[in-house]
């Protein structure tokens, strides 16, 4: 094609987003990493120097071991559950019976409600004397603090995380499930395959890179965890449900620490940016060529 | 379709997974509609009030000006809207027709953006705010401009609309070039009419992401009359320590607009084709 643009059209049109990024993106991303070697535990105003002190701080401090530890929790229990439920309800979804949209509907509903809402809501669904220790007392259980006893708090948050992610990620699965082609179904039909030989064999290999991409993001998000402790516990008690991102917050913001959270958010930023690579290079590869 | 008794176990799944979806809700639904004579703390519960009452509503509109955190969230996702829809596609155009020198740096900067999350960097992009005075405290129009400028562009949305753009034929531009098109008509006459569904897509997502957001707002916002929806609701919790009646009817209030909006533009989420577009 001919070229029609002058040698400076290109630049004219990026120019805008251009300085949106580097004000709002790129100097605070190098400023994070600036400000982490920096001493402001004395003075918001006068911060010193101090290498990499922040960083041997944070490795010495159990809160640090206790938020790496939430994160594990919601990495092994959120993620595995978010890559797998969602798919069996999409493979549910994903055939010609009536009420199909209302399911969706309904099932999609938590993804669109904010999350102080729906926080708020599982906070009265957690009160002591709530509904669900109701539950608990006709099953002839002992009642629960779901989000004052530091033994299940973070399961509790992590229960709403969950309820909040299933349809999103259904929808995800719904759109792979379209790809899969129907002979193979057939195939499996006339071979009389049961439902879960029929998925097992036919549908898991070929929606593998969508399950692979469902397990990073779910990941991602999962270090991203903030409102949901803001709204329900504030990180307590004792610290149970202190996520990465609380404690950044809370050091910055509340502490005015504002070296020993930059260092935070670097350690924050190398996990999601592992997790993230992972995701551009393999997983969705080809989204993003040149 | 005829009911199918091979179907029946599919649609007992579908149903309890629906209903565990709205339970919440629905009980938010309950409490908000019980009147002080009854027993919010009843065993067994109720779903259906006892004492049926609109009360609770009509007392947190009264005392919480959620009307207020409506404008203002409305004020904060439009503009969102407009500054990504703008912003995307003028810098996605170059990216997908132009060649010049540094645009592979371009699109690496670019895609940089998507590995870094907005928690990592949200100290230094308020440190910069304030520099600026994009905040509440400099006035209202200060506060509106400062919430949303960290969003006003995304990388998704960058690469959504040059995916749009590639996909027009090179032909068009051609035919309007041979008409005596400069490049910005070309751009604003022949290519940005061509791409309005996904604009669509990405007015939709922006917007639903723009809303939801709790986290910036609550670090920025120093005045009661700046809230948005999600922090004036978080605040209900603060004014009315106890009273879950009217905290339940503040969070109710708070959902009906979003869910009227999932409602009636239901078919961008639950169609499958743009999926994973945004995550809220």
């Known amino acids: ?290 | 379709m005829k009911l199918n008794l091979k179907n029946i176990p599919t649609h007992l799944i579908l149903i309890i997974v629906s209903l565990l979806s709205i339970f919440p809700f629905i009980w938010l639904l309950s409490t908000s509609l019980k009147g002080a004579g009854e027993n919010i703390f009843a065993y067994p519960p109720t779903i259906i009030p006892n004492d049926f009452t609109w009360a609770n509503y009509a007392g947190v509109w009264q005392k919480v000006d959620l009307m207020r955190y409506f404008i203002n969230s409305m004020i904060v996702a439009g503009g969102t809207v407009l500054l990504n829809l703008i912003l995307s596609s003028l810098a996605a155009y170059p990216l997908a027709r132009m060649d010049f020198k540094g645009k592979k740096i371009t699109f690496f900067a670019i895609l940089a953006t998507i590995m870094v999350p907005f928690q990592a960097i949200m100290l230094p992009v308020y440190l910069i705010t304030l520099k600026l005075h994009l905040v509440d405290t400099f006035g209202n129009v200060m506060g509106f401009i400062g919430l949303i400028m960290p969003f006003a562009v995304s990388a998704f949305g960058i690469f959504l609309m040059r995916q749009a753009f590639l996909a027009i034929p090179k032909e068009m531009e051609e035919a309007a070039i041979i008409d005596g098109c400069n490049v910005f008509q070309v751009f604003w006459k022949v290519l940005l009419p061509m791409v309005k569904p996904t604009l669509a897509v990405l007015a939709i997502f922006t917007f639903i992401g723009s809303w939801g957001e709790f986290l910036w707002p609550s670090i920025v916002l120093t005045k009661e009359a700046m809230y948005t929806l999600p922090v004036g609701v978080n605040n209900l919790q603060g004014m009315f320590s106890s009273n879950w009646r009217y905290i339940a009817a503040g969070s109710i209030i708070s959902t009906i607009p979003i869910i009227i909006f999932f409602l009636a533009m239901q078919r961008y989420f639950i169609s499958g084709e743009n999926e994973g577009a945004v995550k809220g």
């Open chain 1, 1 to 290: 094609m001919f070229k029609y643009y002058g040698k400076l059209a290109p630049y004219l049109f990026l120019i805008p987003a251009g300085i949106v990024l580097l004000i709002f993106f790129f100097i605070p991303f190098f400023q994070t990493i600036g400000l982490s070697f920096f001493d402001y535990s004395n003075s918001i105003y006068h911060p010193n120097f101090s290498g990499i002190n922040n960083y041997i701080e944070i490795f010495h401090n159990p809160v640090f071991y206790k938020v790496m530890w939430n994160t594990v929790l919601y990495l092994v229990i959120a993620v595995p559950i978010l890559a797998t439920i969602p798919l069996f309800l999409a493979i549910l979804i994903n055939q010609k019976i009536r009420g199909i949209t209302l399911y969706k509907i309904l099932i999609y509903l938590p993804v669109i409600v904010s999350i102080v809402v729906a926080a708020i809501a599982f906070k009265w669904l957690y009160a002591q004397e709530g509904i669900l220790n109701y539950l608990m007392q006709v099953f002839h259980l002992p009642a629960i603090g779901w989000l004052t006893d530091p033994k299940y708090a973070i399961y509790s948050v992590i229960i709403l995380t969950i309820w909040k992610g299933i349809g999103y990620y259904m929808m995800i699965y719904l759109a792979a499930l379209m790809s899969v082609p129907k002979e193979l179904y057939e195939a499996c039909d006339i071979d009389g395959a049961n439902f879960w030989t029929k998925h097992l064999t036919v549908t898991v290999p070929h929606i593998m890179p969508t399950i692979a991409l469902v397990t990073t993001i779910s990941s991602i998000s999962a270090m991203k965890i903030f409102a949901e402790i803001y709204v329900m516990t504030k990180g307590g008690p004792l610290n149970s449900t202190k996520t990465i991102v609380y404690y950044i917050y809370e050091k910055a913001f509340e502490n005015l620490d504002l070296g020993y959270a930059s260092a935070m958010a670097v350690i924050l930023l190398v996990i999601v940016m592992i997790f993230s690579l992972l995701n551009i290079f393999v997983f969705e590869k080809g989204k993003y060529d040149i």
